[in-house]
Each structure stands twice: as structure tokens, then as C-alpha cells.
């Protein structure tokens, strides 16, 4: 099956630094990756279509400026959360698509947990 | 617009009881692709089943089956002779690709006591 890693699982860091996290496929090509945030007790919200060789798609509400996609290549996508504040603290996940196939379910990462103090 | 509802928040039943976690879902493509992830306390999303919007036969994969009715818009998921190992967060998602962005239901927390 294919496999999708991401780094850290989790991680805490202080008020107004950057954290950067990796998404990250492991045996295929992933052209598309997506990431999802998760706060406690909700559910998944898509944040952003990520593109290898692209600009990120960026859903409704989500701050581009703050929350930096980074696809420079078929098995890595970077997700860098700018400035973290407390309420950035949330669960994210992502998800990634072979490229040049039809028909297969999205392949997710195991998740980073991020707790901004 | 995608939307999917699970109206159960919370479900609590004696292990080896059946079990059944409703999903509709509205969409108003006529292509679409039904999913179910279970979300153990780790955090990782299981993939369970997929199922596209021509195929409405149910599936059946050991305690696990799945009910999908296009008329009503529900995918339904039933797990038979609970086990305490079922315990986990499940979501119901609805993508217009497979493998594509994910609109997922608001999940339900299932909690099977022993």
C-alpha cells in the first residue's frame, strides 16, 4: 500500500515562532497533497490543495500569509505555520494523491499534533 | 456545495452489542465517492471503505457492513458484535474524485464498554 509520513508527529512550541511540518510520500508521486486541521472534538476542515510546482489553493477563511504551503517536489509537501499563536494549537493532518492514477482513496499522513504555548 | 451529516455525536454500547452509525450525505453531482475512517485515540485517520455513486450494493468485510441507499442519501455503517478494539472516532467523508479533497461529516464517538 502506499505510504504517507509526516514529521513531526508532535510538537510544542512558543508563542510567535514558525513551525514547520512535513508531509512527505514515501513509495509514489504525489502531484496533489492536501492538508487538514483539526481542533478537539471537531472534525477534519480542508485548509489547502497543495500543488507540486504550484501555488496552494487555499479554502475560505484560511490565511495564506500565516499558514505557508510548500510543494517543491512529487513526494514532499511542507505545511509552516507562521507566528503560532494558542489558538493555532490543532491537529493536522494531510493527505496525498498519486499522480497518473484514477480510482484510488487518499492516502494520510499519521498526523502532527501542535500545541503553541 | 458538499455537505455530510452524522447526526450521532456520541454512541455507547456493551461490547458484542451490533451497532450502527448513521452518514447522509448531499451533494448534487451525480459522480461522487463515499468514504468511513476511524480515528483511534492516536489520531491516525483508518481507511475503511470507499464506494462510488454507482455502486450501491452493500459490502460486508467480517463485524464490519455498510449500507448505501442513493434514494435516502445515506451510507450507513454497521459493526456487528462490538469488540472494545472498535472504540475510535468515525467519520463519514464524501469526496467528487476518489483520492481527491475529502468533505468530511462532523464524526461520531463510539465507545464500546466492556
Known amino acids: 500500500g502506499a505510504v504517507v509520513s509526516q514529521h513531526p508527529s508532535w510538537v510544542i512550541c512558543k508563542s510567535g515562532t514558525s513551525v514547520k511540518i512535513e508531509c512527505r510520500s514515501l513509495d509514489f508521486q504525489a502531484t496533489t497533497m492536501f492538508w487538514y486541521r483539526q481542533f478537539p472534538k471537531q472534525s477534519l476542515m480542508l485548509m489547502a490543495t497543495?500543488?507540486?510546482?504550484?501555488?496552494?489553493?487555499?479554502e475560505q477563511g484560511v490565511e495564506k500569509d500565516k499558514f505557508l504551503i510548500n510543494h517543491a517536489s512529487l513526494t514532499l509537501s511542507t505545511l509552516t505555520v507562521t507566528s503560532a499563536h494558542p489558538e493555532d494549537s490543532s491537529f493536522y493532518i494531510c493527505s496525498a494523491q498519486k499522480s497518473g492514477t484514477a480510482n484510488t482513496e487518499a492516502f494520510f499522513g499519521q498526523g502532527t499534533r501542535l500545541t503553541v504555548v | 456545495a458538499q455537505k455530510v451529516t452524522q447526526a450521532q455525536t456520541e454512541i455507547s454500547v456493551v461490547e458484542k452489542e451490533d451497532v450502527t452509525l448513521d452518514c447522509v450525505y448531499e451533494t448534487r453531482d451525480t459522480t461522487y465517492y463515499l468514504f468511513w475512517y476511524k480515528q483511534p485515540p492516536s489520531g491516525e485517520l483508518v481507511f475503511l471503505i470507499r464506494?462510488?455513486?454507482?455502486?450501491?450494493q452493500n459490502e460486508i468485510s467480517g463485524r464490519y457492513s455498510w449500507n448505501f441507499q442513493k434514494s435516502t442519501s445515506s451510507f450507513n455503517f454497521t459493526i456487528t458484535a462490538s469488540q472494545v478494539v472498535d472504540s475510535a472516532v468515525y467519520f463519514c467523508a464524501l469526496s467528487l474524485r476518489s483520492g481527491e479533497k475529502l468533505t468530511f461529516g462532523t464524526g461520531t464517538r463510539l465507545t464500546i464498554i466492556p
Open positions: 464506494r462510488n455513486s454507482f455502486d450501491e
Open positions: 497543495s500543488n507540486e510546482g504550484s501555488k496552494a489553493t487555499y
